[in-house]
């Protein structure tokens, strides 16, 4: 409600917005990594069954190549960084205790999504197929091979809120964010929704999933709004990403 009511600032830096240049590189982002997930599936089936998921977890680093297309174009790389928040905003500890205390914060948006999702699944009914699916990176925590399951905790934990949270937070909140010209409030939660919904159909989960995905992700955006810093929310997609899989281990025993 304070930025709402303009109390507070957007703490991002709005002095160079670049036209459409941030849509273009997320558009080429969400091709590109696509296929390089499709083609890291296919080198892991070549692959010793413990090291199926290595050329995953090398794809998702390589497709932070898209951040070169603004410098392409003409952005200075030190812009590029400033824009997408990959500063170090307040200090680095102080940065990761706001990932904390947001993360804590974000539990009244989170419970919403999942009223919305238990509501969607109780309408679909038992035997509706679209309930379908945990992420397939689960699957692989039933193996007893703790290497495995060490490549499924360094996926989620550490590489996809690097790159999810680039791209998503940094790249694509900040050009919805920063685009329109109505006021603060209404384009910040207008901008953290249409990117938490898309944020949650990329995701395999299904599409009953979306609702609690996306009130993650809307949690995620109003931290890059909160400290500009995109290290914020990293830290809560990944705290967010480690307590599930943790509570997923405790259920596999």
């Known amino acids: 409600m304070r930025y709402i009511s ?8 709005a002095r160079s917005f670049h036209d459409g240049l941030y849509a ?8 590109l990594f696509q296929g390089l997930l499709l083609a890291g599936a296919a080198l892991g089936k070549l692959m010793p069954e413990s090291m199926a998921l290595v050329p995953t977890l090398i794809m998702f680093p390589v497709s932070l190549v898209v951040l070169l297309w603004p410098r392409i174009r ?22 990761c205790w706001a990932g904390l205390m947001g993360y804590l914060m974000a539990m009244p948006i ?6 919305l999702t238990t509501i969607l699944m109780w309408l679909a009914g038992p035997g509706d197929a679209a309930h379908g699916s945990a992420h397939p990176v689960i699957g692989l925590l039933q193996s007893d091979n703790w290497w495995m399951r060490g490549q499924v905790l360094l996926l989620a934990v550490v590489l996809a809120p690097l790159v ?19 006021r603060a409030g209404v384009s910040m939660l207008l901008s953290a929704v249409v990117t938490g919904v898309i944020f949650a159909l990329i995701h395999p989960q299904g599409v ?13 955006a109003l931290a890059r709004e909160w400290r500009g810093s995109l290290i914020a929310p990293m830290i809560m997609h990944g705290v967010s990403n480690g307590l599930t899989l943790i509570f997923v281990l405790m259920l596999l025993g």
């Open 164 to 182: 999810e949270e680039t791209l998503f937070r940094g790249v694509l909140y900040r050009q919805l964010r920063l685009a329109p010209k109505w």
């Open 6 to 13: 303009g109390r507070v600032p957007c703490a991002l830096e």
């Open 208 to 220: 009953l999933a979306v609702p609690a995905l996306a009130s993650l992700a809307v949690a995620f």
């Open 24 to 31: 273009e590189t997320f558009a080429i982002w969400l091709l």
């Open 110 to 115: 989170l419970v919403v999504g999942l009223m």
């Open 74 to 95: 003409g952005v200075p790389l030190a812009q590029i960084r400033c824009d997408i928040g990959w500063t170090t905003g307040k200090g680095i500890l102080l940065e």
